[in-house]
């Protein structure tokens, strides 16, 4: 007879910080998540409405719904994106920032999609994927990370330090802070199943120049399943080795991260 295999426990999700009273002493400062995806995305697997749901009973301010640009397989269409007026953007207390994560495709900084997509969004994230990236020199992959900074467009960056391309950190840092863009300390990088062996040491350097540097980050959870939201379990152990400054988090501050980048 044929063995049925059980899932490696490595790769099973890790819902401890739900119960954990430490985890939800923390959890009571955090008033937003920009970073989440719904099953439009094509590989995340919650809907719109439970995400909403969700957001509301973890008390967020603000959450953002950012889904894959269309050169992540699977992902929606640009009409997807042109079509999200329809969505009522205020949920009781919390407010809903719909947009996109687009993706940073080459070493110039080009993103996907076009502008006339990109102006309908409330909120622009950019990453680099290896679905959809051509990298180059770690100097080459630094200035097609920086333009993607100065490209005026872009608010946050999502994930510069999961090791995709490998990056100069203190170029990155300082044109972020020129640029007042936020670059993300992503908790999802983190998991076990996702392998990027430099997540750690290139994260707590952000982090390390960032504080040097008096420059604001955000904690993304990068959700793609609704419980996940707000989940920044594998941010915090980061946060304490290098001491960051709670005032240089804008999670904790939704006047701070609305100031921050300039929005309404
Ligand atoms: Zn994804
Ligand atoms: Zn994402």
Known sequence: MKMKMPPSERDLPNYRYLCSPKMTETMK??????????????????????????????????????????????????IYFRNLHVIPRQWGEMRLLLGAELNILDT??????????????????????????????????????????RNPWT????????????LLFEPVVLAAKETHTLLEINSSTFRPSRHFPHAR???LEILRLCKQYDVPIILGSDAHFALDIANYEYCYPLLAETEFPDELIVNYDQKRFLGYLGLQ
């Open 155 to 166: 608010h946050i960056i999502s994930h510069p330090g999961d090791g995709t391309a490998e």
């Open 201 to 203: 040491e290139n994260n």
């Open 108 to 149: 110039k900084g080009t993103l996907d999609m076009d502008e006339d997509t990109w102006k309908r969004l409330d909120i622009r994230i950019a990453g680099i994927h290896r679905l959809c990236w051509t990298g180059g020199t770690v100097e080459e992959n630094t200035a097609g990370m920086v333009a993607a900074i």
């Open 29 to 78: 400062k955090i008033e937003l998540d920009i970073h989440t995806h719904t099953i439009a995305s094509g590989h995340a697997y919650s809907t719109l409405s439970e995400m909403i749901a969700e957001g509301q009973r973890k008390g967020l301010s603000i959450l953002g719904i950012t889904e894959h640009g269309e050169s992540i397989p699977g992902t929606c269409n640009r």
